[in-house]
């Protein structure tokens, strides 16, 4: 995870649910995530997987992330290079598949209700605040637990490299 992400907006509504962010019907015929990619949001935005590049932000609404529990929706937007999600509220599982797997879901409604696609923004982690247009946006803190899961890339890479390693952090 990069402490600084920078990327255009991508901008999308309420309740965007999980079988439109990667659609049903690859669940078990689609399983490498660079093929996954692919077929980011084609349901919603048959364009995305084509335009979108690393570090390109999505901003939606309330209840990103509705639906089933699979972690493909989220490994297919990590594979695709998104480096954030800022939306009013996530759906609780997908917010916590989106830490697993090391992808950064950030609640803040003051932003997404002046985001327009397409523009530039900037994520500073560590000093909690967004940059979009010139302005700034303050977000709480994550957890330092939450961050040393982000920063190691994920859940799994963290716990390798904490307790398989023996490393601290």
């Not at 084609?42 to 995305?48: A, G, H, K, S, V």
């Not at 996530?90 to 209700?113: C, D, H, K, T």
């Not at 709480?140 to 390693?165: A, S």
Request: charged share 25%; glycine share 10%.
């Amino acid at each position: 995870m990069e402490n600084i992400i920078r990327g255009k907006v991508f901008k999308y509504g309420d309740d965007v649910n999980t079988d439109v962010i990667f659609p049903g019907k690859y669940t078990y015929t689609v399983q490498n995530p660079q093929e996954m990619a692919q077929h980011a949001l084609e349901d919603l935005d048959p364009d995305f997987a084509r335009r979108v590049r690393k570090g390109d932000v999505i901003v939606a609404g309330k209840n990103f992330g509705c639906g089933s529990s699979r972690e493909q929706a989220v490994t297919c937007l990590v594979a695709a290079g998104v480096g954030a999600i800022v939306a009013v509220s996530f759906s609780r599982i997908f917010y916590r598949n989106a830490i697993n797997q090391g992808l950064s879901a950030i609640v803040l409604p003051e932003l997404v209700r002046v985001a327009k696609p397409g523009e530039e923004i900037e994520i500073d982690l560590n000093a909690h605040r967004i940059t979009l247009r010139g302005s700034h946006f303050a977000f709480p803190p994550f957890p330092q637990f939450v961050m040393g899961i982000l920063r190691d890339g994920g859940l799994l890479p963290h716990i390798r490299r904490r307790y398989v390693r023996g490393s601290e952090g």
